[in-house]
């Protein structure tokens, strides 16, 4: 944020910046003050100056208000937005965060609906549809959750299709990589957004009777939406890998793509991967060596190598192309390692932010507007100086038997 405001720029007095959005002088002063919009610039008296950029920005924080964030919450939310010119990203945050909403108060609504009518048919009250209507309103924190789980993948897989020096991409390469034979019944097991599918959508047989899973019903409510074209192709369903909803030996081939370090019992998953695979059946287990991402780390080091102990950096370390072989060996035969090489070469500090704060672990929380502020100017520095940040990337594939 500039001191002074620049000649060329259309600005607007905070009295302006009012009436033109409709709020208060007053609603101005306490987002300024509780750091949730902040002028753009200041004139030479040190009045508040704000710009059109702002607009974008107290849209967004009065949609999220409207439909029942508090100011903290939104807070939260925004507290790392880097480009508040992206509203593109912005509308689709808040699109998707209302539709989320409008599901949930939908099915409050529907439980109060189907209370009222059991008040006023039943002698005898059943207190279980109280306590179902008590439930669903306690979701609202986990609709959102959901969002943030899906939103933070996306932050993650677009950070290496924009910079990634191999132009093949990970997702094409590895489905290369998958030996499918016709009528495969094909399980997969943490398909995040369905990228692995429409990436390589054209080349998905017609034969195959693929079933889609994650654990997060956002995840998968995202993988829908967009297989939507192919829908009738896939089966969908929320799935615990610890406990998988089907028989023994139902599947040729099982799935699982950078999510096994995810699980809290690996081994557990592992046994229930094996079990519902067919004598002979195949399972693809993906992940990243020790050294995936180093320079990144190196750089967040340099700030506070402390935050490099945070589940988000070390999370990994329970599956890697490392020990997955010693892990895998336990439960399958015949394990091969398949690597595939590829770097970054990032040229926009805002994605590789991006990227630190989607990771799992709830980083941003631990990151104060100091540290923020430090490492963002870090990254700066580097691709004003060498044009790029160079990122090595250690990402592959086990292939085992059962």
């Given at each position: 944020?500039?001191?002074?405001?620049?000649?060329d720029?259309?600005l607007?007095?905070?009295?302006q910046?009012?009436?033109?959005?409709?709020?208060t002088i007053?609603t101005l002063r306490?987002?300024d003050?509780?750091?949730?919009?902040?002028?753009?610039?200041?004139n030479?008296?040190?009045?508040?100056?704000?710009n059109?950029?702002?607009f974008?920005?107290?849209?967004?924080?009065?949609?999220?208000?409207?439909?029942?964030?508090?100011?903290?919450?939104?807070?939260d939310?925004?507290k790392?937005?880097?480009?508040?010119?992206?509203?593109?990203?912005?509308?689709n945050?808040?699109?998707?965060?209302?539709?989320?909403?409008?599901?949930?108060?939908?099915?409050?609504?529907?439980?109060?609906?189907?209370?009222?009518?059991?008040v006023?048919?039943?002698?005898n009250?059943?207190?279980?549809?109280?306590v179902?209507?008590?439930?669903?309103?306690?979701?609202?924190?986990?609709?959102i959750?959901?969002y943030k789980n899906?939103?933070?993948?996306?932050a993650r897989?677009?950070?290496?299709?924009k910079?990634s020096s191999?132009?093949e991409?990970?997702?094409p390469?590895?489905?290369?990589?998958?030996?499918?034979?016709?009528?495969a019944k094909?399980?997969?097991l943490?398909?995040g957004?369905?990228?692995?599918?429409?990436?390589?959508?054209?080349k998905?047989?017609e034969?195959?009777?693929?079933?889609?899973?994650?654990?997060s019903q956002?995840?998968?409510?995202?993988?829908?939406?967009?297989?939507?074209?192919?829908?009738?192709?896939?089966?969908?369903?929320?799935?615990?890998?610890?406990?998988?909803?089907?028989?023994?030996?139902?599947?040729?081939?099982v799935?699982?793509?950078?999510?096994l370090?995810?699980?809290?019992?690996?081994?557990?998953?592992?046994?229930?991967v094996?079990?519902?695979?067919?004598?002979g059946?195949?399972?693809?287990?993906?992940t990243?060596g020790?050294n995936?991402?180093?320079?990144?780390?190196?750089i967040?080091a340099?700030?506070d190598?402390?935050?490099?102990?945070?589940e988000?950096?070390?999370?990994?370390?329970?599956?890697?192309?490392?020990?997955?072989?010693?892990?895998?060996?336990?439960?399958?035969?015949?394990?091969?390692?398949?690597?595939y090489?590829d770097?970054?070469?990032?040229?926009?500090s805002?994605?590789?932010?991006?990227?630190?704060?989607?990771?799992p672990?709830?980083?941003?929380?631990?990151?104060?507007?100091?540290?923020?502020?430090k490492l963002e100017?870090?990254?700066?520095?580097?691709?004003?100086?060498?044009?790029?940040?160079?990122i090595?990337?250690?990402t592959?594939f086990?292939?085992?038997?059962?």
């Open positions: 944020m500039s001191n002074l405001y620049k000649e720029e259309e607007y007095t905070v009295g910046f009012a009436k033109k959005a409709g709020v007053r306490f987002y003050k509780i750091n949730l919009l902040k002028p753009s610039n200041y030479e008296l040190g009045y508040r100056l704000y059109k950029q702002n974008g920005r107290l849209q967004k924080i009065l949609t999220l208000k409207f439909i029942g964030l508090s100011l903290e919450e939104i807070g939310i925004m790392y937005d880097i480009d508040d010119k992206d509203f593109k990203k912005s509308l945050i808040q699109k998707k965060i209302i539709e989320e909403k409008i599901d949930h108060m939908s099915n409050v609504l529907k439980a109060i609906d189907e209370t009222l009518i059991m006023q048919k039943e002698d009250l059943n207190w279980d549809k109280f179902n209507v008590i439930n669903l309103i306690n979701m609202d924190n986990k609709w959750e959901q899906a939103s933070n993948l996306r897989i677009n950070i290496h299709e910079f191999n132009k991409g990970w997702m390469w590895y489905f290369t990589k998958l030996d499918i034979a016709k009528g094909i399980l997969e943490g398909c957004d369905g990228s692995l599918w429409l990436k390589n959508i054209e998905v047989h034969s195959w009777n693929i079933t889609l899973t994650d654990f956002g995840m998968l409510n995202d993988t829908r939406n967009n297989l939507e074209k192919w829908e009738n192709r896939f089966n969908f369903a929320v799935v615990d890998a610890h406990d998988l909803p089907y028989s023994d030996g139902s599947f040729d081939i799935i699982a793509n950078h999510m370090y995810h699980l809290g019992d690996l081994n557990k998953a592992l046994s229930e094996k079990r519902v695979l067919k004598t059946g195949q399972f693809y287990a993906s990243v020790k995936h991402m180093k320079e990144m780390r190196d967040i340099q700030v190598k402390n935050l490099l102990n945070m988000g950096f070390t999370r990994t370390e329970n599956f890697q192309l490392e020990n997955g072989e010693d892990i895998l060996k336990n439960w399958f035969r015949d394990i091969v390692i398949n690597r090489e770097s970054l070469m990032v040229t926009e805002s994605a590789l932010m991006d990227y630190i704060f989607s990771m672990g709830n980083i941003k929380n631990n990151f104060s507007k100091e540290k923020f502020n100017g870090k990254m700066k520095k580097i691709i004003k100086e060498k044009g790029s940040i160079y090595n990337k250690d592959g086990f292939k085992a038997i059962k």
